[in-house]
């Protein structure tokens, strides 16, 4: 039998999970759960308690305890949606060399006196160019010598998948976006855009089944080219 707390926990979390409380709420007190269910003040504490720690709940000194924001029942998916078709998707690559940038390898996890290479490629739609990867892999998945025909890096997941038996597009993954206005003069030019035009910035970082860093990608993608799909979905 679930010791009371527990019983009490699975209750609270049902009525939050119907929606009888809705994000921002106040959620009972402990005074209203010893009245309802007849327990402790130990045992009203702890089945709070759980559900606070468990991201459900959360509380403000001196005003109560609040259903949070971010969890409650359900899961949201972003996705990008393609504005064009990808039968007429191209790409050009423009450099694949070794670097030792500070801040690069910091965020590729790696020691000051280590290196990485970078990939720098444009995709176009027809003639038009939409988006500029900037992407660091460690040594460890990038086959050396550097291939003389920059083609080859194309696809860097194709080749790390070819090179290595890894497939990128699996793994665990955190990704940023948003809107900037560049500055710098090449990507300006790359991208087709004035000054006063925004490009979305994409920062994404992948990880290896052991934690290290897989890849670092800063994207550059024209504003004209960028639409997001946004899906709530019930648990």
């Known amino acids: 039998m679930l010791p009371k707390y527990e019983q009490i926990k699975q209750d609270l979390l049902q009525e939050i999970k119907d929606h009888k409380f809705i994000p921002g709420d106040k959620f009972y007190s402990e005074a209203d759960i010893k009245r309802m269910y007849s327990v402790s003040s130990i045992t009203a504490v702890k089945a709070l308690n759980e559900l606070t720690s468990a991201g459900y709940l959360y509380r403000i000194q001196g005003k109560g305890t609040f259903v949070s924001k971010a969890k409650v029942s359900q899961s949201v998916k972003f996705s990008d949606i393609e504005l064009h078709s990808l039968d007429q998707e191209k790409v050009k690559v423009l450099a694949a060399e070794e670097g030792n940038d500070p801040e690069i390898l910091k965020e590729l996890g790696l020691a000051a006196s280590a290196s ?4 720098k490629r444009v995709r176009y739609f027809g003639d038009v160019p939409f988006l500029v990867h900037i992407t660091h892999l460690p040594k460890k998945l990038m086959k050396e010598p550097i291939a003389k025909n920059l083609n080859r890096y194309a696809s860097v997941y194709e080749r790390v998948r070819k090179d290595f038996a890894i497939d990128l597009f699996s793994l665990a993954s955190v990704e940023t976006n948003e809107i900037v206005f560049p500055d710098d003069a090449e990507l300006l030019n790359l991208l087709q855009l004035s000054f006063r035009e925004p490009a ?28 997001t799909k946004i899906e709530v979905e019930p648990a």
Not at 206 to 216: I, K, N
């Open 200 to 227: 979305v910035k994409q920062v994404k970082h992948s990880y290896l089944a052991d934690g290290s860093v897989a890849e670092y990608i800063v994207s550059y993608k024209h504003w004209k080219y960028f639409k």
């Open 116 to 119: 990485y290479y970078r990939i």
